[in-house]
């Protein structure tokens, strides 16, 4: 994966309309998924959102940061992609669970105390219960009542909806926080 983010619809404020009004800034959320499976779900989400948030994804940690050293690679996903945002939501399909930097991106925005929230795509794979298999750290963290779990269908239903969504997850007591796990170092 890379260090380097890609955000979606660029405006972080300056003057509108050449009147000299300030506009506002959009809130900042992180997306977290698996790029080869996922892709077209992180670009609908921040499509049908990009006027009211500013969507910033990594764009393939893996190859732009290019090292071993899991605290760098740790430091570089909080400095660059956490930081400055409110809220992670992560887009699970079918490989979801078992991804390493999905892992690492989670534990990034727990260390931060920031929103988390799970969103089921179509694609996530049920076990023979029918459960959704979910990263262990973010099932640990909607146990614990710290992450929310919503829908594909929920969390683009509306933009209230979303700012809702992610107002509550953001105002979840940080002593629900279950962040104890060991980093994932590989994919299943």
């Known amino acids: 994966m890379s260090h380097s983010a890609k955000s979606f619809a660029m405006g972080y404020g300056g003057l509108g309309g050449g009147f000299g009004i300030p506009q506002p800034t959009r809130p ?3 997306t ?3 790029h080869r499976g996922d892709q077209q779900y992180c670009e609908m989400f921040s499509n049908a959102f990009h006027d009211n ?5 990594d764009n393939s940690l893996e190859r732009q940061i290019d ?3 899991v605290d760098y690679v740790m430091r ?3 400095e660059n992609y956490i930081t ?3 809220c992670t939501i992560v887009l699970v399909g079918y490989e979801t669970w078992g991804r390493k930097y999905v892992d690492w991106e989670i534990k990034a ?5 920031h929103g988390l929230i799970g969103v089921h795509l179509p694609t996530a794979p049920r076990t023979a219960e029918g459960k959704i298999l979910v990263p262990p750290r973010l099932h640990d963290n909607i146990h614990s009542g710290f992450a929310l779990w919503r829908s594909w269908q929920e969390i683009t239903s509306s933009a209230e909806q979303l700012r809702q969504y992610i107002a509550d997850a953001s105002s ?3 002593f629900l926080i279950a962040n104890t796990r060991e980093l994932r170092l590989r994919n299943a």
């Open 53 to 57: 948030y500013e969507t910033i994804y």
């Open 172 to 174: 979840r007591s940080p």
């Open 32 to 34: 977290s998924y698996h």
């Open 67 to 69: 090292s071993d050293d």
């Open 84 to 86: 400055g945002t409110s």
């Open 28 to 30: 900042r959320i992180f």
């Open 76 to 78: 570089k996903i909080r």
């Open 109 to 113: 925005t727990l260390d931060k105390q």
